[in-house]
């Protein structure tokens, strides 16, 4: 639609027929909504630092596994698996498939299959510690 009072060489499209970055209506921009928006943006860049910095600071502090003081010798019988070891020898703080690494790198076993007749060295159960992994 264009204005009938104008003349045919100064012949402009109204607001709403605009194309491109001139077709907003900048009648609908208030000052209180752009600091709103700003803010808003301000929280979400705050909230992404604070992730970030959880992140790196959690990838960068070492985790200490807890540590078995005290061990014990096991004989490995026919169909024991290092699996039922670790159940059997839990350690408060990891779980079965940790305390299985934990025993295959304590007794320098190559993999986590043992034969029958195999004496290896497990945690020793403590009497606070469950006969099962939690994890």
Same mark, same amino acid.
């Given at each position: 639609?264009?204005?009938?009072?104008?003349?045919?060489?100064? +012949?402009?499209?109204?607001?709403?027929?605009?194309?491109?970055?001139?077709?907003?209506?900048?009648?609908?921009?208030?000052?209180?909504?752009?600091?709103?928006?700003?803010?808003?943006?301000?929280?979400?860049?705050?909230?992404?630092?604070?992730? +970030?910095?959880?992140?790196?600071?959690?990838?960068?502090?070492?985790?200490?596994?807890?540590?078995?003081?005290?061990?014990?010798? +096991?004989?490995?019988?026919?169909?024991?698996?290092?699996?039922?070891?670790?159940?059997?020898?839990?350690?408060?703080? /990891?779980?079965?498939?940790?305390? +299985?690494? /934990?025993?295959?790198?304590?007794?320098?076993?190559?993999?986590?299959?043992?034969?029958?007749?195999?004496?290896?060295?497990?945690?020793?159960?403590?009497?606070?510690?469950?006969?099962?992994?939690?994890?």
């Amino acid at each position: 639609m264009y204005h009938a009072h104008s003349a045919p060489h100064a +012949v402009r499209p109204l607001a709403r027929e605009r194309r491109g970055p001139e077709a907003r209506d900048t009648r609908d921009i208030r000052p209180g909504r752009i600091a709103s928006a700003r803010a808003g943006r301000g929280a979400l860049v705050i909230v992404t630092l604070a992730a +970030v910095l959880v992140a790196v600071w959690s990838a960068l502090t070492p985790v200490s596994a807890p540590s078995v003081t005290t061990w014990t010798s +096991v004989s490995v019988t026919e169909h024991t698996t290092l699996w039922d070891i670790a159940r059997e020898h839990p350690v408060p703080g /990891l779980s079965t498939v940790e305390t +299985v690494q /934990l025993i295959q790198d304590h007794n320098g076993l190559p993999s986590d299959i043992v034969h029958a007749g195999l004496i290896i060295t497990a945690p020793a159960v403590h009497q606070d510690a469950s006969g099962v992994a939690r994890r």
